[in-house]
């Protein structure tokens, strides 16, 4: 097969966020219509710079980057293991991501995804950072989709490290103990900015 620009940058976008949906993919790769990326994808599935699988009953096919994908776009040897208690997470983050780049007309460079700011760690001691963060006008604006409460003090440490590192923080979440406690931080952190997930269009 004969790749174009776009096949390196559908598997680039797939590294950087371990996995995409092909409702993702064709809006993100500016595609179209969904029937000309899944033929797309498909090719590069066959071809092996792709694979695609069923992880979760009720949920989409994800696709992830194979070996040969790896190797072609210089990313890592070893596979990115997705965590089935993440994916519900991962597909929101997906999602929210949508939303802000239409909302702001984002291009993908203004956008760094969790797993690109980890390795821009390198080997220093693994910390926290946003889902992802994105950049307009000169501003830098902290992602963080939350599902599940954690404890009190982890949350304040992360909504801290965001007030430090960032100009803007913004929290999505349903979960009415996460909206209680991000409320409760906003005082003290007053860069916090709170939006329920069922208000991102792309996820009603």
């Not at 699988?53 to 293991?81: E, F, Q, V």
């Not at 519900?88 to 983050?93: A, C, L, M, P, R």
């Not at 430090?164 to 103990?177: A, G, S």
Request: charged share 30%; proline share 2%.
């Amino acid at each position: 097969m004969l790749l174009v620009q776009r096949d390196i940058e559908i598997m680039q976008l797939v590294h950087r966020f371990k996995f995409c949906t092909g409702r993702h993919i064709k809006e993100l790769a500016a595609f179209s219509s969904s029937r000309v990326c899944d033929k797309r994808l498909r090719v590069l599935v066959t071809a092996g710079y792709l694979n695609r699988k069923k992880y979760l009953y009720g949920l989409p096919y994800l696709y992830t980057l194979s070996h040969k994908g790896r190797m072609l776009i210089g990313a890592n040897k070893r596979d990115n293991k997705i965590r089935l208690e993440q994916i519900t997470h991962d597909i929101s983050v997906l999602d929210t991501l949508l939303h802000f780049k239409n909302k702001y007309n984002l291009s993908l460079e203004e956008v760094q995804s969790e797993k690109e700011l980890h390795i821009k760690d390198g080997f220093a001691a693994r910390k926290h950072h946003p889902d992802f963060v994105f950049t307009v006008d000169e501003k830098t604006h902290a992602v963080e989709v939350e599902l599940t409460p954690k404890a009190k003090a982890n949350m304040e440490r992360n909504v801290r490290d965001n007030y430090l590192n960032y100009d803007t923080q913004i929290w999505l979440t349903n979960d009415n103990k996460i909206l209680a406690f991000l409320r409760g931080f906003s005082n003290e952190y007053p860069n916090i900015e709170i939006i329920r997930l069922e208000d991102i269009a792309c996820l009603k």
